[in-house]
T-cell receptor, first 109, second 114 residues
Framework: EDQVTQSPEALRLQEGESSSLNCSYT??????LFWYRQDPGKGPEFLFT???AGEEKEKERLKATLTKKESFLHITAPKPEDSATYLC??????????FGPGTRLSVLP | ETGVTQTPRHLVMGMTNKKSLKCEQH?????MYWYKQSAKKPLELMFV???????ENNSVPSRFSPECPNSSHLFLHLHTLQPEDSALYLC?????????????FGPGTRLTVT
């Protein structure tokens, strides 16, 4: 059975303090690993898709990386507007999307 | 309109009411999904439609009834709900069930059952 765990559950950073969020997964044949950002009361907003180990993608202060067992979302010099819950999801061959519980990020000014 | 839209955005209903949630996607996708998101729980997949055919019913109670008249529209019909059904209901779409492409989500319907 495909599974996704995320750590930490919650993270509090000072503005400008870089850090990383972890997504660990088990899947029978990875078709894609996805990162989303979700603000309270809103739908998840798509950030990145990673398809194979070694792949990296960047967008503004965010960088996502992928290995065969986990993915990291690196946040460089975060700002208060980066505060949100970050969700990781995977999809295996012939399977539906499986989401992790999320990491709740707070960036303090 | 662009992306995925959902109506209504907020809904309060009694346990004996019947209501429907609507989702529309403007992305040319062929797969559509309903998710339930409760406080402090991961997203729960409810139903999946691929090219208008239901491919997944994730042990959802019969008081939730989906309908997909075409690839752009998805409905969730609700009747005799329970208070524990109060949650954020999210619609999503993706290219199809065969590719590894990402899902795009709507803003959600906040449902409160009284």
């Amino acid at each position: 059975e495909d599974q996704v765990t995320q750590s930490p559950e919650a993270l509090r950073l000072q503005e400008g303090e870089s850090s990383s969020l972890n997504c660990s997964y088990t899947v029978s044949g990875l078709r894609g690993l996805f990162w989303y950002r979700q603000d309270p009361g809103k739908g998840p907003e798509f950030l990145f898709t990673l398809y194979s180990a070694g792949e990296e993608k960047e967008k503004e202060r965010l960088k996502a990386t992928l290995t065969k067992k986990e993915s990291f979302l690196h946040i460089t010099a975060p700002k208060p507007e980066d505060s949100a819950t970050y969700l990781c999801a995977v999809r295996g061959y012939g399977q539906n999307f499986v989401f992790g519980p999320g990491t709740r990020l707070s960036v303090l000014p | 309109e662009t992306g995925v839209t959902q109506t209504p955005r907020h809904l309060v209903m009694g346990m004996t009411n019947k209501k429907s949630l609507k989702c529309e996607q403007h992305l040319g996708h062929n797969a559509m999904y309903w998710y339930k998101q409760s406080a402090k729980k991961p997203l729960e997949l409810m139903f999946v439609y691929n090219f208008k055919e239901q491919t997944e019913n994730n042990s959802v109670p019969s008081r939730f009834s989906p309908e997909c008249p075409n690839s752009s529209h998805l409905f969730l019909h609700l009747h005799t709900l329970q208070p524990e059904d109060s949650a954020l209901y999210l619609c999503a779409s993706s290219q199809d069930m065969e590719s590894g492409d990402e899902q795009y989500f709507g803003p959600g319907t906040r449902l409160t059952v009284t």
